[in-house]
């Protein structure tokens, strides 16, 4: 049985950073490519980040290039989400996901493209 799980989420003021964790159990880690999305109440999921399976690319929406870092511990089966020079636009419920194909050779950036989803963790950005 695949489960993720998010934690690092919390409060913080505008400017101020925080690091999203995503533990992942029951799939070969290293085989899938690992994305994180957000969602505000009566929006679609929005494409954050994602790093292909090999650990060697990342992709990343316009919002936060230059802000945020996505990253992962193959040893540990743990994928990070470093947010740095938040804004209150970042407020939302952020989650993790597993890529529905294994070794997919393209970072896919749909909410489709993931089969496996974390229970999600609260991030607020206060002005």
């Known amino acids: 049985q695949v489960q993720l799980v998010e934690s690092g989420g919390g409060l913080v003021q505008a400017g101020g950073s925080l690091r999203l964790s995503c533990a992942a159990s029951g799939r070969t880690f290293s085989d899938y490519t690992m994305a994180w999305f957000r969602q505000t109440p009566g929006k679609e999921r929005e494409f954050v980040a994602a790093?292909?399976?090999?650990?060697?690319?990342?992709y990343y929406t316009d919002a936060v290039k230059g802000r945020f870092t996505i990253s992962r511990e193959h040893a540990k089966n743990v994928a990070y989400l470093q947010m740095n020079s938040l804004e209150p636009e970042d407020t939302a419920v952020y989650y993790c996901?597993?890529?529905?194909?294994?070794?997919?050779?393209?970072?896919?950036?749909?909410?489709?493209?993931?089969?496996?989803w974390g229970q999600g963790t609260q991030v607020t950005v206060s002005s």
């Open positions: 996901a597993t890529d529905r194909a294994v070794r997919r050779t393209v970072i896919i950036s749909l909410p489709a493209g993931y089969d496996y």
């Open positions: 790093i292909k399976w090999s650990g060697d690319r990342t």
